[in-house]
């Protein structure tokens, strides 16, 4: 197999399946697989969304990029970050540093028909804050970032794998 032993971070929005997706791609790649929404709820002791309601929502992206800065690359893994991981400049230049960053594209109907309890879910946003609103200022913050761009509309976890496991060769 032609694919590089090097890391490989998935960023997309909250739904797009980048923890679905990690633990097929780490599977295949033979590769050890974390999620970063986990490593910040185990060491807080507390759920994305208690962490936001007690201390606000940047409160859980200093977790955050906190979390991906200590991330250690001993071996290549496959990383799930959290939606909001590309606000963390350090944090994102750091996953960089060890492997590519690809984005799983899904447009806003497709995410809106897998997010279901967008209120509750922990997802770092301000006050009031429009989950189309989110993703246009993310969206523009995941393509910074990518080396590679996966379009998972339409397509079954199974497809958008092969075009990962394609484009890392």
């Known amino acids: 197999m032609g694919v590089q032993k090097q890391s490989v971070v998935l ?7 980048k923890s679905t997706l990690g633990v097929l791609l780490a599977k295949e790649l033979g590769m050890e697989f974390v999620d970063t929404d986990l490593s910040i709820q185990t ?8 962490i936001m309601d007690a201390n606000g929502y940047l409160a859980l992206r200093d977790v955050e990029q906190q ?22 400049e350090l944090g994102m ?5 060890h492997g590519r960053v690809v984005y799983l594209s899904l447009s806003l109907d497709a995410l809106r028909g897998r997010i279901h ?12 804050q429009s989950f189309e609103s989110l993703m246009e200022e993310r969206v523009e913050l995941y393509s910074k970032y990518a080396d590679i761009t996966i379009d998972c509309e339409q397509k079954t976890p199974q497809q958008c794998l ?8």
């Not at 800065?69 to 959290?82: D, I, M």
């Open 11 to 17: 960023v997309g929005m909250p739904g797009v399946g």
């Open 43 to 50: 060491r807080e002791g507390q759920t994305l969304q208690e």
């Open 67 to 88: 979390v991906l800065l200590e991330l250690k690359f001993l071996t290549p893994k496959v990383v799930a970050t959290g939606g909001s991981a590309v606000y963390s």
């Open 93 to 97: 230049e750091n996953m960089r540093k």
């Open 117 to 128: 309890n967008y209120e509750e879910r922990g997802i770092a946003r301000a006050p009031g």
């Open 162 to 169: 092969q075009l990962m496991l394609d484009a890392l060769v």
